[in-house]
């Protein structure tokens, strides 16, 4: 059997530090110094280090240089693993920080078992969520650029009398606005609804460029079941599983909802139990989604014609799944709400149920190879 070599690289965009801890409990950790963030700098590092007999296996934290590091070792026939910088145990009483210690505790901790690589996905999945994100973005995007105008109009004195903005009748005031003094305040005004109006209208492009791209993508199956959950569109879908990746990896719904950091945080000792707040570890916007999603579930359950069309062609245990997920999770939201629980944890305790019933679709759906 090769003797294995444990190599943490701690990385950034122009240089990775890297560090090498031998097999075994009382085996050297030895930092080898930094490198140039390159391809030939890495094959040179292989070379060296499989020069020395062992086998060298590989980990770094996931960060914003993305996953091209790990696709060029696992290309070279070596094994690399991504880690999640939220699961890496820190000891509390070290204060001091430094590449050399990031790549001597990687290699350490990686030889010691206490790393948990985190799934990485390929580049068709990467450019996937690469377009949802930035969607995403053009949403904060368009946020912002309302506060904008609604902040300079409450300068001005000018308030809007109705409980509802940004309907037909909101727009009709805003474009009737003629009260400013000066013609450069009118321009500005101008401008500010302008922005508004091109965020818009990049958002509908993106809407439109998911649309065609998840139809050649091979997730595109688990995409077209999960509409048939009430208030999961193809956007909604989509970004699930460009988040989540291959949902098969759950062994049960649990695992899904821990990953999405649904489940209540828990302090407990002896015979005390405190349950705190949601964990909120893992994708932050595979999250939000499913929030987003369970709003629509403090309506009665129905099906209505666009629901209908858009999952008449699933098998009928699916459609059945879609059903059953109306029927609870809306009385879970009434249920719930009358306890006088707030909105906001009403709306996560539907999103964790949620993700059961994502996870039960999506194990029924064969994904191609």
């Keep these: 059997m090769e003797r294995i070599v444990y190599v943490g690289l701690d990385v950034h965009a122009d240089t990775i530090a890297v560090a090498t801890a031998e097999d075994g409990r009382n085996g050297e950790v030895r930092f080898h110094g930094v490198i140039e963030h390159s391809a030939d700098s890495v094959l040179r590092l292989t070379k060296r280090l499989a020069a020395t007999g062992a086998w060298p296996a590989f980990c770094y934290e996931a960060g914003p240089c993305g ?11 070596f094994d690399c693993a991504v880690v999640s910088p939220a699961m890496i145990p820190r000891r ?37 969520r690469d377009l949802i994100r930035t969607r995403k973005q053009a949403l904060e995007a368009l946020k912002i650029a309302k506060q904008q105008l609604m902040s300079f109009l409450l300068r001005h004195g000018l308030r809007y009398n109705r409980p509802t903005y940004w309907t037909k009748i909101h727009w009709r005031w805003l474009n009737e606005l003629r009260r400013f003094r000066y013609p450069h305040q009118q321009l500005a005004f101008e401008e500010l609804k302008r922005a508004i109006h091109q965020i818009d209208e990049r958002i509908r ?3 439109r460029a998911i649309e065609d791209a998840v139809k050649p ?14 208030g999961v569109n193809t956007t909604i879908a989509a970004t699930r599983a460009a988040e989540i990746g291959d949902i098969a990896r759950f062994t ?16 407990s000792s002896g015979s005390t139990t405190r349950r705190g707040r949601i964990t909120r570890t893992g994708n932050a916007l595979a999250r939000t989604m499913m929030v987003e999603a369970s709003w629509s579930y403090r309506h009665p359950p129905r099906e209505r014609h ?23 999770l809306c009385k879970r939201y009434r249920d719930l709400s009358k306890t006088g629980k707030p909105q906001p944890r009403v709306l996560t305790a539907i999103a964790r149920e949620l993700a059961g019933f994502i996870w039960d679709i999506a194990r029924r759906v064969p994904i191609p190879a």
């Design 67 to 77: 996953y091209g590091l790990h696709r060029l070792l696992k290309k070279l026939g």
């Design 252 to 267: 049960n719904p649990r695992q899904l909802m821990a990953w999405l950091g649904l489940v209540p945080s828990e302090h």
């Design 217 to 230: 993508w091979r997730f595109a199956p688990v995409v077209d079941a999960l509409r048939t959950l009430r």
């Design 205 to 207: 492009t993106l809407d």
């Design 92 to 128: 509390a009483g070290d204060r001091i920080k430094t590449d050399r210690r990031d790549a001597e505790m990687l290699a350490r901790l990686w030889r010691a078992g206490e790393l948990t690589p985190i799934w990485t996905p390929d580049e068709e999945q990467e450019a996937m």
């Design 306 to 328: 666009p629901h209908l069309k858009r999952s008449q062609h699933l098998p009928q245990e699916i459609r059945d799944i879609g059903w059953k997920a109306q029927m609870r």
